[in-house]
């Protein structure tokens, strides 16, 4: 098998074919379909997906609601920071990013709201820091109140009220993501009703995605690259829906890297465990895929991890030529993007 390095993930992609806002509908979105067997790349629409689906699929979601994690506030001089939430560590302690970054050392302190404080306890290796917040309440619902949606680096806007919605899938359930997984954008409740009413049921698993999914591998080897941990978890419940679909023979559908990642992570076999971990899977072709059957993703950035992850589930020559069309025929690409269905 060839040996990949990361330029062979590169590709050049048209400003303008970025999308900066979602498509008016959820389900008005494009569909590419990404056929592996025939070899063959077509264009539908997102609402038609029962055409390329059946009662032997079951989808798999990622339930995690992203939060407000853009936060700004101000020191006790007055000076105004801005603090994003990365990462939950424990009910007080969060990894975060901050500006002014240079000035707010170990034991400065922030006033996020009358109800909600932070000190700077200790220095990441990569920039970050840890917060201390004490609060009154539920940290959650306060930081709601307080709270922006972070968007992705590369839409060029301030989040809006309509952010606060369709950055949003409509089974997030679970918090603790600072990013979408935007696979799961295009579905809406009553597309998932039409699903269902055909026999095609979905079952959630949970990973909470951090910024460094946005993060372009910058090592040329590919194994060089040192992946970045995510909290992930899958029930008891919901791994016993999964188990008994693989027995039957059905085919599992990942909507979304991350939840290809979850399932991959808690594979033993051709079978799911359960429980939580912090996972570091890496995937990229050369990858053999315990459990994911088929995909419904987004298109991602250059060099990224999930460019590669992609690659590797639908081969590297499919999924470039599906890009190179993407392109072409003037589809959306990354968060607020189009879909793909892998099959």
């Known amino acids: 098998m060839k040996k990949f390095v990361v330029s062979d993930f590169n590709y050049d992609l048209p400003e303008g074919m970025i999308a900066q806002y979602p498509s008016e509908k959820r389900e008005e979105s494009k569909l590419m379909i990404v056929n592996r067997k025939e070899n063959s790349i077509s264009i539908d629409v997102f609402k038609n997906i029962l055409n390329y689906l059946d009662d032997n699929d079951l989808l798999v979601v990622n339930e995690t609601k992203v939060i407000p994690a853009r936060l700004v506030g101000k020191k006790p001089s007055g000076g105004k920071i801005e603090v994003l939430l990365l990462e939950q560590i424990d009910d007080n302690t969060w990894k975060c990013l901050?500006?002014?970054?240079?000035?707010?050392?170990?034991?400065?302190?922030?006033?996020?709201?009358?109800?909600?404080?932070?000190?700077?306890?200790?220095?990441?290796?990569?920039?970050?820091?840890?917060?201390?917040?004490?609060?009154?309440?539920?940290?959650?619902?306060?930081?709601?109140?307080?709270?922006?949606?972070?968007?992705?680096?590369?839409?060029?806007?301030?989040?809006?009220?309509?952010?606060?919605?369709?950055?949003?899938t409509v089974f997030a359930d679970k918090q603790g993501s600072v990013a979408a997984p935007t696979a799961g954008l295009h579905f809406t409740p009553q597309l998932l009703n039409t699903l269902e009413s055909n026999g095609i049921s979905s079952v959630k698993v949970n990973l909470r995605i951090g910024l460094d999914t946005f993060r372009p591998v910058?090592?040329?080897?590919?194994?060089?690259?040192?992946?970045?941990?995510?909290?992930?978890?899958?029930?008891?419940?919901?791994?016993?829906?999964?188990?008994s679909a693989i027995e039957k023979g059905k085919n599992i559908v990942a909507v979304g890297t991350t939840s290809v990642r979850t399932l991959e992570s808690f594979a033993e076999g051709r079978h799911i465990v359960f429980g939580n971990k912090h996972t570091d899977i890496f995937i990229y072709p050369g990858y053999s895929f315990q459990i994911v059957d088929k995909l419904i993703t987004n298109f991602h950035l250059p060099r990224s991890t999930l460019l590669m992850l992609v690659s590797a589930f639908a081969g590297y020559d499919l999924i470039m030529e599906a890009y190179k069309t993407a392109i072409n025929e003037n589809l959306r690409f990354y968060s607020y993007g189009d879909a793909m269905l892998i099959i």
């Open 218 to 243: 910058m090592v040329e080897h590919i194994e060089d690259h040192t992946m970045h941990t995510e909290y992930c978890t899958v029930s008891k419940t919901e791994s016993k829906k999964i188990n």
């Open 98 to 168: 901050v500006k002014p970054g240079r000035r707010l050392k170990i034991g400065s302190e922030m006033i996020l709201s009358d109800l909600l404080h932070g000190k700077i306890i200790e220095w990441g290796d990569k920039g970050e820091r840890l917060i201390r917040f004490s609060y009154e309440g539920d940290f959650f619902k306060l930081i709601e109140s307080i709270g922006k949606v972070p968007l992705p680096p590369y839409i060029k806007r301030e989040a809006t009220e309509l952010d606060a919605e369709r950055y949003q």
